[in-house]
């Protein structure tokens, strides 16, 4: 071989191993001769703890799309403070619960197949299951994530706001590789769970100069939520349920942005660009195509890469 060959093939390895070492490669059989019962032991355990307690699913699926959205899937979220404040602790984080149930299904897990599992692809299982277990779709998980070993609170600012525009939801998610269907699919995880006044209260007290309250929310859930959510109100777990059917996975989501009875402005902002806006028509009445584009936009998002080991307690780094 030549000198100037042998140099191309060089260059190309090395160009070829950068890009390659910048994510990690996920799979389906990533565990299947390491750990072959991972799927089935996280199953189990979000099983149980959901049916001990109806809030836990909607908590798990949130938690997920709050680790994939700050430095990929990199259970970056999971990570308790020490000398910094970790993820967890800032101010969109604080009202996600339930990281016991992933530590018993790492803990579970450990006991099988030590090292192997990382708690990246724990929580990536548990999202799915919540979903399963709620009446929605299934999907094969791509596996073979690693868990960072960096988590701050103040990164937790690049998370989308329950304020923003359309033009903000969009860019937010194009900047992890998200399209607009993405955008509309993923927001349908909002037929579930709970909501505090804290994430709505700019929809109903001093809306803007000439309104109090949003014109484009309906006027009943309006009165609803000011009936909840009074300016004097300071009980910290006031609020109201995401929809009627909050732990059934189901298209009512859709159906509420419709009659303008969404809960965030970030909801009803679905319907400001024509796209958008047909794929909610869409999956208003098609429960099918919103689990179909559910499913597959919760692959795309659960594969925002990042991390570096297998953990071995999901709330400590290595
Ligand atoms: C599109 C941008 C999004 C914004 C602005 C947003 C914002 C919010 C806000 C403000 C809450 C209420 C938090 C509280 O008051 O306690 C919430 C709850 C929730 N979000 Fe989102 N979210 C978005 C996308 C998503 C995605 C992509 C998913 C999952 C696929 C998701 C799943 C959930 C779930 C399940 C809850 C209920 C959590 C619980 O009951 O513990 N959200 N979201």
Same mark, same amino acid.
């Given at each position: 071989?030549?000198?100037?060959?042998?140099?191309?093939?060089?260059?190309?390895?090395?160009?070829? =191993?950068?890009?390659?070492?910048?994510?990690?490669?996920?799979?389906?059989?990533?565990?299947?001769?390491?750990?072959?019962?991972?799927?089935?032991?996280?199953?189990?355990?979000?099983?149980?703890?959901?049916?001990?307690?109806?809030?836990?699913?909607?908590?798990?699926?949130?938690?997920?799309?709050?680790?994939?959205?700050?430095?990929?899937?990199?259970?970056?979220?999971?990570?308790? =403070?020490?000398?910094?404040?970790?993820?967890?602790?800032?101010?969109?984080?604080?009202?996600?619960?339930?990281?016991?149930?992933?530590?018993?299904?790492?803990?579970?897990?450990?006991?099988?197949?030590?090292?192997?599992?990382?708690?990246?692809?724990?929580?990536?299982?548990?999202?799915?299951?919540?979903?399963?277990?709620?009446?929605?779709?299934?999907?094969?998980?791509?596996?073979?994530?690693?868990?960072?070993?960096?988590?701050?609170?103040?990164?937790?600012?690049?998370?989308?706001?329950?304020?923003?525009?359309?033009?903000?939801?969009?860019?937010?998610?194009?900047?992890?590789?998200?399209?607009?269907?993405?955008?509309?699919?993923?927001?349908?995880?909002?037929?579930?769970?709970?909501?505090?006044?804290?994430?709505?209260?700019?929809?109903?007290?001093?809306?803007?100069?000439?309104?109090?309250?949003?014109?484009?929310?309906?006027?009943?859930?309006?009165?609803?939520?000011?009936?909840?959510?009074?300016?004097?109100?300071?009980?910290?777990?006031?609020?109201?349920?995401?929809?009627? =059917?909050?732990?059934?996975?189901?298209?009512?989501?859709?159906?509420?942005?419709?009659?303008?009875?969404?809960?965030?402005?970030?909801?009803?902002?679905?319907?400001?660009?024509?796209?958008?806006?047909?794929?909610?028509?869409?999956?208003?009445?098609?429960?099918?195509?919103?689990?179909?584009?559910?499913?597959?936009?919760?692959?795309?998002?659960?594969?925002?890469?990042?991390?570096?080991?297998?953990?071995?307690?999901?709330?400590?780094?290595?």
């Amino acid at each position: 071989m030549s000198s100037s060959s042998a140099l191309i093939l060089f260059s190309s390895l090395l160009i070829f =191993s950068l890009i390659y070492s910048q994510g990690n490669a996920l799979s389906s059989n990533y565990y299947e001769n390491t750990c072959p019962q991972v799927e089935d032991i996280v199953t189990q355990v979000v099983t149980e703890a959901t049916k001990k307690d109806k809030t836990v699913a909607a908590a798990l699926l949130r938690m997920h799309f709050h680790d994939c959205f700050i430095r990929g899937c990199d259970a970056s979220v999971l990570l308790n =403070s020490k000398k910094n404040t970790a993820e967890k602790d800032g101010p969109p984080n604080v009202s996600l619960h339930a990281f016991y149930v992933i530590d018993s299904a790492k803990n579970a897990i450990e006991a099988r197949c030590p090292g192997i599992v990382s708690c990246a692809d724990i929580l990536a299982f548990a999202a799915r299951d919540s979903v399963v277990v709620s009446g929605g779709p299934s999907w094969d998980v791509p596996k073979g994530r690693k868990d960072g070993r960096t988590s701050q609170a103040s990164e937790t600012i690049q998370l989308p706001a329950p304020t923003f525009n359309i033009n903000q939801l969009q860019q937010s998610f194009s900047q992890r590789g998200l399209s607009l269907e993405d955008l509309v699919a993923l927001s349908g995880g909002h037929t579930l769970g709970f909501s505090h006044c804290s994430s709505f209260n700019n929809r109903i007290h001093n809306f803007n100069n000439t309104h109090d309250v949003d014109p484009t929310l309906h006027p009943t859930l309006a009165a609803t939520l000011k009936g909840i959510c009074t300016l004097k109100n300071r009980a910290k777990n006031a609020g109201s349920p995401m929809d009627p =059917s909050s732990t059934t996975f189901d298209n009512t989501y859709y159906k509420l942005i419709l009659q303008n009875k969404s809960l965030f402005s970030s909801d009803q902002a679905l319907l400001s660009n024509p796209k958008t806006k047909s794929l909610v028509t869409d999956f208003a009445s098609s429960k099918d195509a919103f689990f179909k584009a559910f499913a597959n936009s919760m692959i795309k998002m659960s594969s925002i890469n990042g991390g570096q080991e297998v953990r071995k307690d999901c709330r400590v780094a290595n």
